[in-house]
T-cell receptor
Framework: AQSVTQPDIHITVSEGASLELRCNYS??????LFWYVQSPGQGLQLLLK??????LVQGIKGFEAEFKRSQSSFNLRKPSVHWSDAAEYFC????????????FGAGTRLTVKP | DTGVSQNPRHKITKRGQNVTFRCDPI?????LYWYRQTLGQGPEFLTY????????KSRLLSDRFSAERPKGSFSTLEIQRTEQGDSAMYLC????????????FGPGTRLTVT
């Protein structure tokens, strides 16, 4: 069965520092992979997605993620974090067109220190 | 604003009462999803519609839960005889079946069962 693991429950970084959020997945076929961000009182917003092709994916707000099939990973990165990036981040895997296939990780809460 | 809207945003109810939530998707999005999110967890799939047809239901959706999308536009999620374990955030998302495969999420309805 498909699953997503986000090993880090909470990460704190200083503003301007680089960021990497980890995501490992288990999926029986070629996965569709997503990163969403959730701010308090807001709906989840898609940062980026990977379906196929170039394994380095660029997203909104300066985020990128790299798909590594050999490691079953899809880590999210940002070279310089801004205070407004503080939020909850969710990795998800699935086949999209079949609803029950979508699986979200438990999330990583990002705190940004001034 | 033409995003996904959900009403009410908050609902407090007593155990045993029935509650109903509404989701208005982005117009012309033919897919509509319901998720449940508990504290410290990512969203868990409940059910989804393609137009007015309910195509899939999660095992999480007990017989106390029912969802409808009568005209293929807005959707309602009803919980009968609520239990304290039903306390959660209920999220709705919509998506165009063909295209970017991006689910657009609403802000959610937070249910508290006392």
């Amino acid at each position: 069965a498909q699953s997503v693991t986000q090993p880090d429950i909470h990460i704190t970084v200083s503003e301007g520092a680089s960021l990497e959020l980890r995501c490992n997945y288990s999926y029986g076929a070629t996965p569709y992979l997503f990163w969403y961000v959730q701010s308090p009182g807001q709906g989840l917003q898609l940062l980026l997605k990977y379906f196929s092709g170039d394994t380095l994916v660029q997203g909104i707000k300066g985020f990128e993620a790299e798909f590594k099939r050999s490691q079953s990973s899809f880590n999210l990165r940002k070279p310089s974090v801004h205070w407004s990036d503080a939020a909850e981040y969710f990795c998800a895997v699935g086949a999209v067109l079949t609803g029950d296939d979508m699986r979200f990780g438990a999330g990583t809460r990002l705190t940004v220190k001034p | 604003d033409t995003g996904v809207s959900q009403n009410p945003r908050h609902k407090i109810t007593k155990r045993g009462q029935n509650v109903t939530f509404r989701c208005d998707p982005i117009s012309e999005h033919n897919r509509l999803y319901w998720y449940r999110q508990t504290l410290g967890q990512g969203p868990e799939f409940l059910t989804y519609f393609q137009n007015e047809a309910q195509l899939e239901k999660s095992r999480l959706l007990s017989d106390r839960f029912s969802a409808e999308r009568p005209k293929g536009s807005f959707s309602t999620l009803e919980i009968q005889r609520t239990e304290q374990g039903d306390s959660a955030m209920y999220l709705c998302a919509s998506m165009v079946e063909e295209g970017s495969y991006e689910q657009y999420f609403g802000p959610g309805t937070r249910l508290t069962v006392t």
